[in-house]
């Protein structure tokens, strides 16, 4: 096997810090015009049940270039030197592999151009939660994270279980039936406060915005709902 100049664990997080980290990773491959490869135990890409709580692996469901090449630096030449090649790894590769430099997103220098030697990687270890970290190559990110509705339609037609589980109407109560017409009705702007585990201090990171500013972000948005700023006042109100 070939060793990859870039890769990173897949089953670390669930789907928006999978999606920051392949979204980095993708970037320095793009940058060394190298491979990306993702440590994954594909036995268990065949059990998932897609439950929040699982943190599973879901990348394949999006337009992401496994076992394929993408990125060709904008110049329309189909030159394989200069794209990404996207392939999983077996579980605990990245363990046996001589590491070249770990990148983490409290590094203030994070990119990487010089040349890595064949025998060492570098590691994405981190969740590097911002567009600065993928900024020089976003269009391509943005365009590889859309949904793989094919390969979604196939999950749904085969599983039964999958199907309703996720396929089943639930009921509504009548105040979440009128909050959802009024979704429908009117410009709209979803808020979600991710607090959870970001209010402990685990990790030595305070990562909890103060409630002032999240009083201040709801005031501006309802502002900006141009067509039915009372329901959008209403809604965050209730919810605050």
């Not at 196939?154 to 109407?169: C, G, H, S, T, V």
């Amino acid at each position: 096997m070939k060793l990859p100049s870039v890769v990173f664990d897949g089953s670390v997080g669930g789907l928006g810090n999978q999606l920051f980290r392949y979204a980095f990773a993708y970037t320095l491959a793009a940058q060394l015009k190298t491979d990306l490869y993702i440590e994954v135990n594909t036995t268990n890409l065949l059990q998932r049940t897609f439950d929040s709580w699982r943190r599973e692996f879901v990348l394949d469901y999006f337009q992401i270039p496994f076992n394929a090449y993408a990125h060709d630096d904008g110049d329309g030449q189909n030159n394989k030197a200069r794209r990404v090649r996207v392939e999983f790894l077996p579980p605990k590769s990245i363990a046996n592999i001589p590491v070249h430099r770990r990148f983490s997103y409290t590094e203030s220098n994070y990119q990487h151009r010089d040349p890595v030697p064949g025998d060492r990687v570098l590691v994405v270890d981190d969740y590097f939660e911002s567009e600065t970290f993928f900024a020089p190559h976003k269009w391509e990110v943005v365009n590889q994270f859309q949904l793989n509705q094919a390969k979604i339609a196939q999950l749904f037609y085969k599983d039964e279980a999958i199907r309703e589980k996720y396929m089943m109407p639930l009921p509504l109560t009548p105040s979440y039936a009128d909050l959802l017409e009024d979704i429908r009705s009117s410009e709209s702007v979803a808020v979600h406060f991710r607090i959870g585990d970001f209010t402990s201090n685990d990790h030595n990171v305070n990562h909890v915005l103060p409630f002032s500013f999240q009083l201040r972000a709801i005031k501006l948005f309802s502002t900006m709902l141009v067509k039915d700023k009372e329901i959008g006042r209403a809604s965050c109100r209730e919810r605050v």
